[in-house]
């Protein structure tokens, strides 16, 4: 049985999501999951039902093999939970099949360029750290001085809620929310 998947990421996205389910339909999916969700989220339920209900022999079905996963790691590794459980994947948009030769040595080579993508990114990321501190710059939020979080405390312990701290001092309610733990842990 094929079982369909289809993604967009937002609401305003509703032609592109009417389109992948057709391209689904057309292709034979008895049913499809719809999500409307960012690629970065990992909270994708329909595909969480999807994958549940797909047994061995079946397959799930997505119009681009980027619909499955937030990164392509990610994406990776939902094929292999679904190859280990004997079902294989079909990605409309570069005609894989996870149940054919080509597409395990398509879908390998996928592996080893993405791997290889995030070890350089990682290797980038260091040098660029290291290069900052030669710089005498360091990463993180900034600090805020010590005179203006007395001043946050201040205005917090004269009534004043955290919303209208937020607005007079120019600051995230989470700076002020850590600014008031912290003077609760001293």
Known sequence: MRIGYARVSTQDQHESLA???KLLQDYG???IYTD???GAQAARPSLSEAIDYVREGD???VTR???LGRTTLDTL???QELDERGIRVEALDVSLDTATPAGKLVLNVIASLA???RDLLIE???EGLAHARSQGRVGGRPRIPEEKRQAVLAALESGLSQKQVVAAFGISRSSVARIKASHKRV
């Open 59 to 61: 397959s799930v079905v």
């Open 65 to 67: 093999l980027d619909r």
């Open 124 to 126: 980038r990321t260091q």
């Open 29 to 31: 999916c008895a049913r």
């Open 36 to 38: 409307i969700a960012s």
């Open 19 to 21: 389109a992948q389910k």
């Open 115 to 117: 791997q290889w993508e």
């Open 77 to 79: 590794r939902t094929i």
